[in-house]
């Protein structure tokens, strides 16, 4: 499995936008994009996904680089509710069906 | 939309002793199956897959084992457990292509 990098922390304030990287050099042209969000003792969260192109949903922006060895997982307003571990995942798309967490990014929303 | 029963939420168990963990999911048919453990702090560490009836993938040896008796039940055992088997466990399910769904976890302490 292709391996990402995240910082291990951040910090935002509330109703802020927050910008949280991954990089994934070695991403093959097959994997998927995927992130998650992990609040305190629960399970993960699917936030979003994505294959070449940036996309929105109700909860996030993912913004893909040109090369797909970067990605950004944007939160346009942050509130107190999205402090979270978040996890940047690959995911191979013609045969993978194991998701293959790191360590994430514990990001802190400060009020 | 698929959901993940896990019971129970908590467990304390003494060293030695068997366990049996059990998830069920609603609202799909013929789902991939997972078991993830995480220990404090850290991320998600697949321990078993299944992608059928009867059929398991194990990604890490240890003292645990996985069956999946029906469809949607997948369970997780222990004849003996270790010290080293306390954490946060977690059944996920995927259907296809959609994102992966998380269940609340057990977190299971052994003394």
């Known amino acids: 499995d292709a391996k990402t990098t995240q910082p291990n922390s951040m910090e935002s304030n509330e109703e802020e936008p927050v910008h949280l990287p991954c990089n994934h050099s070695t991403i093959s042209g097959t994997d998927y994009i995927h992130w998650y969000r992990q609040l305190p003792s629960q399970g993960p969260e699917y936030v979003i996904h994505g294959l070449t192109s940036n996309v929105n949903n109700r909860m996030a922006s993912l913004a893909i680089a040109e090369d797909r060895k970067s990605s950004t997982l944007i939160l346009h307003r942050a509130t107190l509710r999205d402090a979270a571990v978040y996890y940047c995942?690959?995911?191979?798309?013609?045969?993978?069906?194991?998701?293959?967490f790191g360590e994430g990014t514990q990001l802190t929303v400060n009020p | 939309s698929q959901t993940i029963h896990q019971w129970p939420a908590t467990l304390v168990q003494p060293v030695g002793s068997p366990l049996s963990l059990e998830c069920t999911v609603e609202g799909t048919s013929n789902p991939n199956l997972y078991w993830y453990r995480q220990a404090a702090g850290r991320g998600l560490q697949l321990l078993f897959y299944?992608?059928?009836?009867?059929?398991i993938s194990s990604e890490v040896p240890q003292n645990l084992s996985a069956s999946r008796p029906q469809d949607r039940q997948f369970i997780l055992s222990s004849k003996k457990l270790l010290l080293s088997d306390s954490g946060f466990y977690l059944c996920a399910c995927r259907r296809g292509n959609q994102p992966q769904h998380f269940g609340d976890g057990t977190r299971l302490s052994i003394l």
């Open positions: 299944s992608v059928g009836i009867g059929q």
């Open positions: 995942i690959l995911r191979d798309g013609t045969s993978g069906s194991r998701l293959t």
